[in-house]
């Protein structure tokens, strides 16, 4: 009897050593990228999605869309950051450039990161990001400033009762995580 | 093997592979952190005994906050059912000792070290852990305490103690069961055992997981949880809530194998619907695995997640309720007395219901955005935690006590013990539904006026509650010392199982020769 429990008792322990290695990695090979992949295809939290491609050119004249600009600061961010249009009135599918306006108020050179995110987060994956200052961290020198551009298409097929969409930018301050300038962050 | 005895001195503990001598251990750690987290929790009443700041700073009570929860849970309630399980499976299921003895030690001797680190932090610069037992990024990384790097290998070191403990459990269980002790004839203690068991290794990888991504975010420019390097926050509440509903099945299902023992032996009748009892505790440990936004419900998810968290989460109130019926219909007729664990197991099944109806209540999607984050949800949980897992504890010492020690504790003092523990309880806990339907807040220092005659009765009911551990402490240690001996095996006349085959005080080594188990003799 000892001999045939006692390699059951090792099998039994490989096993669930097993179960345990395996769930470790499922935090990292799964649960993250597909909280990231759910988010961005269903636009929970707002979040938009990254460069879009324009395939079809059809304008719904028949609609007019709201969008409305927002600027937030992330904790002790110091720099000047606010839209310069606050307000546009777009038609479904036509492409439409705005700018943001950021100085750097610090007498140091520092680098930013803006994440944009979407009200009401329904309509985060209508909102399409043709150019956007976001893709890329933005580098300003002491003092420096800058116009940040934009350019967004709204899906003609936005939910019919949605009329106003909200786009906020949060500015962070990353100038200590900015590695000599990689232009492509994860930024969405 | 000879019966030979225990080693003598300090080295008897510090290396026994003795399930009996890791069991005790066990239970004397984790009542240990009971009476520390315990005095974190009498801060914090005395601050909240009246509204205004008087006691302590509010950097210091975050901290107090924080380290009660985390002493609690992972200090006094999942170590104390450890121990329990150590004394009792191998016992309950005629095994001579745990499958894995020496791993039994070790996942015992790394506990100590790992909440010493914890505590320490408090002396350290900008304090201990400050950010809740919940540890939500970014409070935990970005604005956390320097402590937080000890704080996560603390964490790392007792999942890893809870890991190798689950493991032990479920090869003694597989493997170690005399012979004719099928998975059907097992007492549920031992099935409720089981099954936490799997939960534990199936959820605490993934707390090791979320608390190795704060490390990464902190020292090594990683950013899962900070959204400035395309990140989110929220993705932390997602990894640690599916670790964290299991997690509450993990505290409470032993405690359900408990009161399964305790109320059919002073029922004097067998456990009603012991099948049902089974397959209800594994649709729960299930169902604990798809309801883990119900903790989420104001972070903003689509409402077709609001929604299916919503039924899951009701869900689970049906088996829940079968379990409680069956302990209501095993006491229906059946010749009762009322002896010290039997009390605590009825207050157990009451007082456990009275939690699952608050759930309920917090279950409900849109209702949930009031209550979320006041003190109904403490008021919940305690209901849950300190009347479940605490009460189903404090049964179970009293009910095996005469066979640990064979001594048999002052009835007196026990039935004290429960009748103040009981009043004070409720007296702290009852308020808090209505602070909190009222929109108190929690973790948070201070308060508005119109809370304070209810603060005040749940601080007079936690002072009460905490002072009736003490005589809880005295009465044990009275046994120990100067209890009336008993030498009946069976010591309760209508108790079923192996346990109460062996003499009184179990031996040092028991089941060398496995039993034959009898139909009788099984969950009764
Ligand atoms: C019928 C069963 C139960 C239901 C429906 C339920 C439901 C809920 C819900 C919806 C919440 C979130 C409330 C909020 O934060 O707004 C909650 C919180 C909580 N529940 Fe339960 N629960 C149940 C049983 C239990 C059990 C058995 C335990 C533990 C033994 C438990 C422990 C907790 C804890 C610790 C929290 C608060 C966590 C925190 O935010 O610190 N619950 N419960
Ligand atoms: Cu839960």
Redesign the interface.
Same mark, same amino acid.
């Given at each position: 009897?000892a001999e045939r429990?006692d390699k059951?008792?090792f099998y039994?322990?490989a096993k669930?050593?097993a179960?345990?290695?395996a769930? !470790?990695a !499922?935090? !990292?090979v799964v649960?993250?990228p597909l909280?990231?992949v759910l988010?961005d295809v269903?636009g929970?939290?707002?979040?938009t999605g990254g460069r879009y491609e324009v395939t079809e050119n059809i304008i719904d004249t028949s609609r007019t869309v709201k969008v409305q600009f927002v600027a937030n600061f992330?904790e002790q961010m110091p720099w000047e950051f606010k839209p310069n249009t606050t307000v546009v009135k777009v038609h479904p599918g036509e492409a439409t450039n705005i700018t943001y306006f950021a100085r750097n108020t610090q007498p140091r050179d520092m680098v930013a990161?803006a994440?944009p995110s979407v009200v009401p987060?329904?309509a985060a994956e209508y909102f399409h990001k043709t150019e956007c200052f976001c893709f890329n961290r933005q580098p300003l020198v002491a003092g420096g400033e800058a116009d940040l551009g934009l350019q967004f298409i709204v899906d003609p097929d936005l939910p019919k009762d949605i009329h106003t969409i909200t786009l906020s930018y949060?500015i !962070?301050?990353?100038t200590e995580?900015a590695q000599p300038q990689s232009d492509s962050?994860?930024?969405? | 093997m000879g019966a030979h005895g225990p080693a003598k001195g300090l080295t008897r503990w510090l290396f026994t592979t003795n399930h009996k001598d890791i069991g005790t251990m066990y239970l004397w750690f984790s009542f240990a952190m009971f009476l520390l987290g315990g005095s974190f929790a009498m801060i914090i009443r005395a601050e909240l005994f009246q509204p205004g700041l008087q006691i302590v700073e509010p950097e210091f009570f975050n901290q107090m906050t924080t380290m009660h929860g985390l002493v609690m849970v992972f200090g006094a309630i999942m170590p104390a059912f450890v121990g329990l399980a150590n004394w009792m499976i191998p016992l309950m299921i005629g095994a001579p000792d745990m499958a894995l003895p020496r791993m039994n030690n070790w996942s015992f001797w790394i506990l100590p070290p790992a909440f010493a680190l914890l505590a320490s932090t408090l002396f350290m610069e900008g304090g201990g852990p400050n950010f809740g037992w919940t540890f939500y990024a970014p409070l935990s990384t970005t604005y956390a305490p320097p402590s937080v790097t000890y704080f996560i290998f603390g964490v790392h070191i007792m999942g890893l103690s809870s890991i190798m403990g689950a493991i032990n459990i479920i090869a003694t269980i597989v493997n170690m069961r005399a012979p004719g002790m099928t998975y059907m004839k097992m007492p549920l203690f031992v099935w409720t055992w089981l099954i936490t068991a799997f939960l534990l290794v199936a959820v605490m990888p993934v707390l090791a997981g979320a608390v190795t991504m704060m490390l990464m975010d902190i020292h090594f420019g990683t950013s899962f949880f900070s959204a400035a390097g395309g990140g989110d926050p929220v993705l932390f509440q997602h990894v640690f809530w599916f670790f964290g509903h299991p997690e509450v099945y993990i505290i409470i299902l032993p405690g359900f194998g408990v009161v399964s023992q305790i109320i059919p032996t002073f029922s004097r009748k067998p456990l009603f619907g012991y099948d049902s009892m089974v397959y209800a505790t594994a649709s729960i440990a299930f169902l604990s695995f798809i309801v883990w936004a119900h903790h989420m419900y104001t972070v903003g998810m689509p409402i077709a997640g609001e929604l299916f968290f919503m039924y899951a989460t009701m869900l689970i109130a049906v088996p829940t309720a079968a379990k409680v019926f069956n302990w209501i219909t095993t006491m229906f007729k059946g010749s009762l007395t009322f002896e010290t664990p039997m009390l605590f197991s009825i207050a157990f099944v009451f007082l456990f219901t009275v939690g699952g109806f608050s759930g309920l209540m917090l279950a409900i999607a849109p209702a949930d955005f009031q209550y979320h984050d006041t003190y109904f949800v403490v008021a919940h949980f305690h209901y849950t935690m300190v009347a479940g897992a605490i009460f189903s504890m404090s049964a179970a010492v009293y009910y095996w006590l005469p066979k640990w020690t064979g001594k048999m504790y002052n009835e007196t003092m026990g039935k004290t013990h429960f009748w103040v523990s009981f009043v004070g309880f409720n007296l702290t806990f009852f308020p808090q539904h209505f602070v909190g339907l009222a929109g108190m807040p929690r973790r948070i220092p201070d308060y508005n006026l119109m809370f304070a005659d209810f603060n005040m009765m749940s601080s007079i009911g936690a002072f009460i509650y905490g002072a009736s551990q003490l005589l809880f402490l005295f009465n044990v240690v009275r046994t120990i010392t100067h209890g009336e001996k008993i030498d009946d095996p069976k010591v309760w006349d209508g108790a079923h199982g192996l346990e109460w085959t062996v003499p009184t005080p179990a031996p040092y080594h028991t089941f060398t020769t496995p039993p034959d188990v009898k139909e009788v003799e099984a969950h009764g």
């Open positions: 009897m429990t059951g008792i039994t322990a669930l050593m179960v345990c290695v769930m !470790f !499922f935090v !990292f649960m993250v909280y990231n988010c269903l929970i939290n707002g979040k992330n990161q994440i987060s329904r949060t !962070f301050d990353v995580m962050v994860a930024a969405r | -």
